[in-house]
């Protein structure tokens, strides 16, 4: 006799004794333990990558790219840390310098200053860091800035100034670097761009399409750089508690100097320059690191763009009645 609770129980139990009477177990154990390791050994291999590497950091002042400088000269990397503002740059060597909390033999960071707008400056740049280390195995370009105002009322310089700074800088810096990387059939290109650069939103025209032509070119490196074994890494962050937004420029080229509610109470830097780091070590290829509102909206884009972007035109009207414009 079997009463009624227990024969709801028995299809359980039988699953019990058939999990606990055959290979499963083992077998489940072996999977997670074999995962495991796997894991340990990207983790070694990843620390083992960073350390000593020649990495060049742009927009190393300020930001995404301080934090980055920190945990790559942690993990043992010889840096090179490039600005427009050489002040701050040297005052971040000697923070970083001051700190001896690293496990690994740490090296003191070299740095180079030039604005990424100037073509002849990042050519003089990249010559610079050739003849001091004679080769480099990451670029992270990191430096770039935002911009904030409708279509119709900014100028083209304006359009032009944000490609300079977040493309043809990037552009220009990657293509003076990879003659050696391509020699040495060595190398690690990585482009931080945005979420940004894969939906675009209102009021962020030359942002957006600064950061969509940057993930169309290093998706385009990538591919052909197979053949020489050099990696491209394209990482989309989310909203970063940065100074992106205060530094942003307007439509007539001026600062925006406001810090956005989204930038503040966005994701800390320290934890996204982590990620950044364990993504290059992994030699991922394409990283999103943002919250699942933006991650899900990329999907829409492309499932489904009619509603994406009716989404987005409720959102500029929202928007243009709450500034009254
Ligand atoms: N904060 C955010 O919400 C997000 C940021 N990102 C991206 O992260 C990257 C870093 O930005 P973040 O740290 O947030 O912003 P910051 O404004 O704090 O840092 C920007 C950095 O870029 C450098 N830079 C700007 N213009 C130039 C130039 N013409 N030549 C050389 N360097 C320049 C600045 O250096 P200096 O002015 O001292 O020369 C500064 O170090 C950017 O590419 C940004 O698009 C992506 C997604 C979200
Ligand atoms: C299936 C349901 C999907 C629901 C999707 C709804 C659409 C939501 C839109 C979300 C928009 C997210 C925008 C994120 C923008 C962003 O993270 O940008 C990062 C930056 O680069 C920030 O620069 P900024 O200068 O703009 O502050």
Not at 14 to 34: E, H, K, N, Q, Y
Not at 160 to 184: C, D, H, Q, W
Request: glycine letters at 8%; proline letters at 3%; aromatic letters at 8%.
């Amino acid at each position: 006799f079997v009463s009624g609770s227990s024969r709801k129980n028995l299809p359980k139990a039988r699953a019990m004794d058939f999990i606990t009477s055959t290979a499963i177990l083992p077998l489940l154990f072996g999977c997670l333990g074999v995962f495991g390791l796997f894991r340990l050994l990207q983790w070694v291999r990843g620390k083992a990558y960073l350390r000593n590497a020649v990495v060049v950091i742009t927009g190393a002042t300020s930001g995404l790219g301080k934090e980055c400088a920190k945990v790559f000269y942690a993990a043992g990397a010889k840096l090179v840390l490039c600005g427009r503002n050489g002040g701050a740059l040297e005052e971040l060597i000697r923070e970083l310098t001051a700190s001896h909390a690293t496990k690994v033999q740490t090296h003191k960071p070299y740095l180079v200053t030039f604005d990424l707008t100037d073509p002849g400056a990042v050519v003089a740049a990249a010559a610079e860091i050739l003849q001091c280390f004679g080769y480099v195995d990451i670029l992270v370009n990191n430096a770039g800035i935002s911009y904030r105002g409708t279509i119709m009322d900014t100028t083209v310089d304006v359009d032009k100034r944000v490609m300079e700074t977040n493309y043809f800088g990037p552009v220009a810096l990657t293509k003076a670097l990879l003659p050696s990387m391509i020699k040495r059939r060595q190398g690690h290109i990585v482009a931080i761009s945005s979420i940004q650069g894969k939906i675009s939103i209102p009021f962020r025209s030359a942002y957006a399409a600064s950061k969509h032509a940057t993930q169309a070119f290093f998706d385009c490196l990538r591919a052909e750089m197979e053949q020489y074994e050099i990696e491209v890494t394209v990482i989309s962050p989310g909203y970063i508690h940065t100074n992106l937004s205060v530094n942003a420029i307007t439509a007539d080229g001026s600062r925006y100097g406001v810090m956005d509610t989204t930038t503040a109470q966005g994701r800390s830097p320290v934890e996204v320059a982590h990620d950044v780091l364990a993504a290059v070590g992994k030699k991922k290829k394409d990283v999103i690191l943002a919250d699942l509102l933006p991650s899900l909206a990329i999907y829409l884009r492309t499932l489904a763009p009619g509603l994406f972007f009716s989404l987005m035109a409720s959102r500029a009207r929202k928007e243009r009645k709450s500034k009254n414009c």
